[in-house]
C-alpha cells in the first residue's frame, strides 16, 4: 500500500487503486519518470477471493504471460481460478520494477470475485504511462518533453503535443517591437518574437478552446473558454468533461476528463490519464491582447513543438517521425529548417485545427508566413504600433521573484524586449502552481467512499441533530402554540 483512505466498515485502510469488493468499476492511472525506479506498489482485495487479469490490445497491450511487463514495470498477478486470501503473500498483485522511455503506456484490468458469494466483485481498470513535463512560456519559450529550452516565434497555429488521446494546439500572435531583440543561445538565430494568444486542446472526445473576443472591448472582460463549441462558464466547482465516445481511455465512468480554476486565474485541463494542460492568462493593456503560458504536466505525448528531439537531431521530429538532423553551421540554413520546413509541418490547416472560428475567419486568418523575419532590418508591422523596450534594471525588478533560472532569464528578456512588466506576474503564476506530479494513482472519477453510519445516542437519534430533527417535523405545532399563547397575552390586557 502507499496511500491510506477510509472506506468503511470492514476495511480499516485501503489505497485507492485497490480492489475491495463489491465495487463499482473504476480506472486509475499511474505515471512515472523514464528510467525511475518505483516504490513497490501492492493493488489488495478484502475477501477471499478469486483474481482475473485482462489484458488490453493494440499498443496498450502489456507484454509477457505473467508475469506481465508493463511500460517496462513488472505486475504480478495472483494465479487465476484458485481462491486467495488477502492475508496471503500471493493474495495480492504487485507492481516492482523500472519504468520505460518516455511516451510508453499499457493497459490492463484486475477483477477480483467474491469466494463465499460470486455475485458480489470488484474491478479496476489500470493505465502505466512513462511522462514527462514540457511548456512554452512568454514570447514563446518553449521547453520540449525531454528537457530541450529553444524559442520559436512564428506566427500562427500550430500543433504543441499530441498523442492518441491527447492533442493540444496553440495560436502564436507576432507582437512588434521597437527593439530587435538579441540571439538566442540555443538557435544562434536573432529574431522578432511571438506571444500565446490562444489554445485549444482535444481531451479524448471532447474538444476544448480558450480564445479572445474577437471584439476588443469584449475581450477586455475575459477569455472565451469554449467546450466542443459551445460557450461555457467555469465557476469554482469547475467542468466535467463527458465522453461522447470512449476515445478518451476514460470508458470507465465515461469522463473525458475536468477544466478547473485555479489561483492567480490559471485554468487546468486534466485529461483521464492525469495528464495537465495549465493555461497563465494575463491581459496586456498596450497592444490590447490576452496572452497566454502553456504548460503540461504528466505527458506521454512525444510529438509536436514540444516534442521529444530524437537522437543526432537538433530541434523535435517532424510530423512523419522524420528527424530534424544536426543542428546546421549556416545561419540561414537553421532558419529555414525551424522557421519554414519545421514551423510548416507542424502547422495546422482548416481540417486539422481544433480552434473555434468567428464566421469568414479561418487559421489563415491567424498565420503571417513571413514571421518572424531571417536577419530582421526591423521587427515592425504595418498598422500597428511597436512597443517600447525596458532597461535590465527594470526588467529585473518585474522578475525579481521567479525564482528558477532559465524561467527568470526568460522573463527578464522579454520584459526588456517589450517593456511589459506585466511577464513577472504570468510567470509568478507559474511558479506558485503545483502539479500532481509522478508516481502517484490519478483517476477521473475514484470509487465513492462507502457511508459512514452516523453517530446515534439517547436510544437512535443523531447526537447533536435531535432537537434540529423535532423542530423540522413539528414546526407547524409549535408555530400554532406560540400563536395561541400570544392571542391569550393580549385577552388579558
Not at 480506472?27 to 513497490?40: C, F, N
Not at 475581450?219 to 472565451?224: H, L
Not at 489563415?364 to 532590418?377: Q, V, Y
Request: with cysteine; aromatic share 8%.
Amino acid at each position: 500500500m502507499v496511500m491510506a483512505a477510509s472506506v468503511g466498515p470492514g476495511v480499516a485502510q485501503a489505497d485507492p487503486q485497490d480492489l475491495i469488493i463489491p465495487c463499482a468499476d473504476f480506472q486509475y492511472s499511474y505515471a512515472a519518470k523514464p528510467g525511475e525506479v518505483i516504490t513497490p506498489t501492492d493493488i489488495e482485495t478484502n475477501k477471499d477471493a478469486y483474481w482475473e487479469y485482462t489484458g488490453s490490445g493494440g499498443n496498450l497491450a502489456c507484454a509477457g504471460a505473467g508475469p506481465y511487463t508493463c511500460a517496462g514495470l513488472t505486475v504480478t498477478v495472483p494465479t487465476p481460478d484458485v481462491i486467495h486470501s488477502p492475508a496471503a503473500a500471493d493474495g495480492k498483485t504487485t507492481i516492482t520494477g523500472t519504468a520505460a522511455g518516455l511516451g510508453e503506456q499499457d493497459q490492463f484490468s484486475l477483477k477480483t470475485t467474491d469466494a463465499v458469494d460470486t455475485t458480489k466483485s470488484c474491478k479496476g481498470t489500470y493505465l502505466f504511462h512513462v511522462t514527462a513535463n514540457g511548456g512554452g512560456w512568454g514570447d514563446p519559450h518553449l521547453t520540449t518533453v525531454d528537457g530541450v529550452h529553444y524559442d520559436f516565434q512564428s506566427a500562427g497555429e500550430f500543433t504543441a503535443l499530441r498523442d492518441d488521446k491527447l492533442e493540444i494546439q496553440t495560436r502564436q500572435t507576432a507582437v512588434p517591437t521597437a527593439t530587435i531583440p538579441i540571439t538566442n543561445p540555443y538557435t544562434g538565430i536573432r529574431h522578432c518574437v511571438a506571444v500565446y494568444t490562444a489554445v485549444a486542446a482535444r481531451v479524448g472526445s471532447s474538444r476544448v478552446t480558450l480564445q479572445p473576443n474577437p471584439n476588443v472591448e469584449e475581450s477586455r472582460r475575459g477569455m472565451e473558454l469554449r467546450v466542443d463549441g459551445k460557450l461555457v462558464v467555469l465557476s469554482d466547482k469547475g467542468i466535467t468533461l463527458n465522453a461522447h465516445s470512449g476515445a478518451s481511455g476514460a470508458a470507465v465512468g465515461g469522463i473525458d476528463g475536468h477544466i478547473r480554476k485555479g489561483a492567480n486565474g490559471v485554468i487546468e485541463i486534466v485529461d483521464a490519464r492525469g495528464t495537465q494542460l495549465v493555461v497563465t492568462p494575463q491581459y496586456w493593456n498596450g497592444p490590447n491582447v490576452w496572452y497566454l503560458n502553456v504548460n503540461v504536466y504528466q505527458t506521454s505525448a512525444i510529438q509536436g513543438t514540444l516534442g521529444r528531439i530524437p537522437d543526432g537531431s537538433w530541434i523535435p521530429a517532424l510530423p512523419d517521425g522524420t528527424s530534424m538532423g544536426p543542428k546546421p553551421e549556416s545561419i540561414d540554413q537553421r532558419y529555414q529548417d525551424l522557421y519554414e520546413k519545421f514551423a510548416d509541418a507542424w502547422r495546422v490547416t482548416d481540417t486539422t485545427s481544433l480552434f473555434d472560428y468567428a464566421p469568414g475567419t479561418n487559421t489563415a486568418t491567424f498565420t503571417l508566413d513571413e514571421w518572424p523575419r531571417n536577419s530582421p532590418p526591423s521587427c515592425d508591422l504595418p498598422g500597428q504600433i511597436s512597443v517600447q523596450s525596458a532597461t535590465e534594471a527594470v526588467a529585473q525588478n518585474a522578475c525579481a521573484a521567479v525564482e528558477d533560472p532559465v524561467r527568470k532569464a526568460d522573463c527578464v528578456f522579454d520584459v526588456m524586449v517589450t517593456g511589459n512588466e506585466g511577464f513577472g506576474k504570468s510567470y509568478e503564476a507559474i511558479q506558485a502552481f503545483r502539479p500532481l506530479g509522478t508516481g502517484t494513482w490519478y483517476s477521473p472519477a475514484p470509487p465513492a467512499p462507502r457511508p459512514t453510519p452516523p453517530t446515534t445516542t439517547n436510544g437512535g437519534a443523531e447526537a447533536g441533530g435531535g432537537m434540529a430533527e423535532l423542530v423540522k417535523k413539528w414546526w407547524w405545532l409549535i408555530l400554532l402554540l406560540i400563536l395561541i399563547l400570544l392571542f391569550l397575552l393580549f385577552r388579558k390586557k
